[in-house]
């Protein structure tokens, strides 16, 4: 059985599809919510995988979001021993800047769905392999990084060039969100802070359009995801597994 520790920074921004994947393979999942305890330093070592979850604040902003200097340090000790690592849009910005690259403001947002292209290092990879030539993703981001060194670059994007990449071959970043189904799409589409985000005087012309295109685009993300967050998964150690050879040889 394998522990997965889990950043969470708001409430809204969950695992997702992730999460009912995680528990149909019985590992254990401990969340640090640091929405609710700021403070927190959490200790990697006896875990088997790190996800990093989205969230509002951004990189350069650590005087009023300190946790984001010990992410980060997290980041690197889980690195440092070899354990996977996923981080989901901030938690991508995260693990590019504790690998030294450089986060900042993305020259336009992506609110809403973007066709991103695999790269040619992608093919063979166990978790972007399975993109296809061009994928349609929701994303929903301001900011962007640079390309930490020794990293591979996995997908790009038309308006943001880095969309995904890996590090030392079991660490992810995914600029987007590929975790999203229709009812948490539902729900930022409904949060005050989002519409404010869209320009209240467009809200609601760009809700609708997200909205339809979201119905459309909906089933071959989730498809795409289970494929992706199940390679991911398997990085991770196999559940029991030399148990079930013990008690299966004993009833035999």
């Given at each position: 059985?394998?522990?997965?520790?889990?950043?969470?920074?708001?409430?809204?921004?969950?695992?997702?599809?992730?999460?009912p994947?995680?528990?149909?393979?019985?590992?254990?999942?401990?969340?640090?919510?640091?929405?609710?305890?700021?403070?927190?330093?959490?200790?990697?070592?006896?875990?088997?995988?790190?996800?990093?979850?989205?969230?509002?604040?951004?990189?350069?902003?650590?005087?009023?979001?300190?946790?984001?200097?010990?992410e980060?340090?997290?980041?690197?000790?889980?690195?440092?021993?070899?354990?996977?690592?996923?981080?989901?849009?901030?938690?991508?910005?995260?693990?590019?800047?504790?690998?030294?690259?450089?986060?900042?403001?993305?020259?336009?947002k992506?609110?809403?769905?973007?066709?991103?292209?695999?790269?040619?290092?992608?093919?063979?990879?166990?978790?972007?392999?399975?993109?296809?030539e061009?994928?349609?993703?929701?994303?929903?981001?301001?900011?962007?990084?640079?390309?930490?060194?020794?990293?591979?670059?996995l997908?790009?994007?038309?308006?943001?060039?880095h969309?995904?990449f890996?590090?030392?071959?079991?660490?992810?970043?995914?600029?987007?969100?590929?975790?999203?189904?229709?009812?948490?799409?539902?729900?930022?589409?409904?949060?005050?802070?989002?519409?404010?985000?869209?320009?209240?005087?467009?809200?609601?012309?760009r809700?609708?359009?997200?909205?339809?295109?979201?119905?459309?685009?909906?089933?071959?993300s989730?498809?795409?995801?289970?494929?992706?967050?199940?390679?991911?998964?398997?990085?991770?150690?196999?559940?029991?597994?030399?148990?079930?050879?013990?008690?299966?040889?004993?009833?035999?």
């Open positions: 059985m394998a522990k997965i520790m889990v950043f969470q920074h708001v409430p809204y921004e969950p695992l997702g599809t992730l999460d994947l995680i528990r149909s393979q019985r590992h254990r999942i401990r969340y640090v919510n640091f929405g609710r305890e700021p403070n927190a330093k959490p200790d990697i070592c006896s875990y088997d995988a790190l996800i990093i979850l989205g969230g509002p604040m951004n990189i350069g902003q650590e005087d009023e979001y300190p946790h984001l200097v010990t980060q340090r997290v980041i690197r000790q889980a690195m440092q021993q070899d354990i996977p690592v996923l981080g989901i849009c901030l938690g991508a910005q995260l693990i590019a800047a504790a690998a030294g690259a450089k986060v900042y403001q993305a020259p336009k992506e609110i809403g769905w973007y066709p991103i292209t695999p790269t040619q290092a992608a093919q063979n990879d166990p978790v972007l392999g399975h993109f296809d061009c994928e349609n993703i929701f994303q929903w981001h301001g900011y962007t990084f640079d390309l930490p060194k020794n990293a591979t670059l997908a790009t994007g038309e308006q943001i060039a969309q995904a890996q590090l030392k071959n079991n660490v992810y970043g995914f600029q987007f969100h590929l975790e999203t189904d229709l009812s948490l799409i539902q729900r930022w589409l409904k949060l005050p802070q989002h519409l404010k985000e869209l320009g209240l005087d467009k809200a609601k012309a809700v609708d359009s997200i909205w339809q295109e979201t119905h459309y685009r909906i089933d071959r989730l498809a795409l995801s289970h494929k992706v967050f199940n390679g991911f998964l398997s990085l991770l150690p196999k559940v029991n597994e030399k148990h079930q050879f013990i008690h299966r040889d004993f009833l035999n």
